[in-house]
């Protein structure tokens, strides 16, 4: 069983850092992809920032330039350095990886709230 266990989250103020990990286990296969998305009530999930299968990092617009994304492939985990949040970056963070022609994979989620 492939398990994805985020860590990280919690309260912070606006302005404030945060740091978010994932660590996977339960494989033997690379994971082709990790990165992070959020959801608040009521929406799906709002891919963030994913480290895909050529080593590139991708943003959201809504982050571009306050959050980074990283990866440790020897330790399979993945990192993101959120920097200057505000209060529209509140909700349940969830790790993702993926499996090449195998499936993905979601973390149970931790909350990141961001005080006004």
């Known amino acids: 069983q492939v398990q994805l266990v985020e860590s990280g989250g919690g309260l912070v103020q606006t302005g404030g850092s945060l740091r978010l990990s994932c660590g996977a286990s339960?494989?033997?296969?690379?994971?082709?992809?990790m990165g992070w998305y959020r959801q608040t009530p009521g929406n799906g999930r709002e891919r963030i920032a994913v480290?895909?299968?050529?080593?590139?990092?991708t943003y959201s617009d809504s982050v571009k330039g306050r959050f980074t994304v990283s990866r440790n492939k020897l330790l399979n985990t993945v990192y993101l350095q959120m920097n200057d949040l505000k209060p529209d970056d509140t909700a349940v963070y969830y790790c993702?990886?993926?499996?090449?022609?195998?499936?993905?994979?979601w973390g149970q989620g931790t909350q990141v709230t961001v005080s006004s």
């Open positions: 339960g494989t033997n296969f690379p994971l082709s992809a």
């Open positions: 480290h895909t299968i050529d080593r590139t990092a």
């Open positions: 993702y990886a993926k499996i090449y022609r195998r499936g993905e994979y």
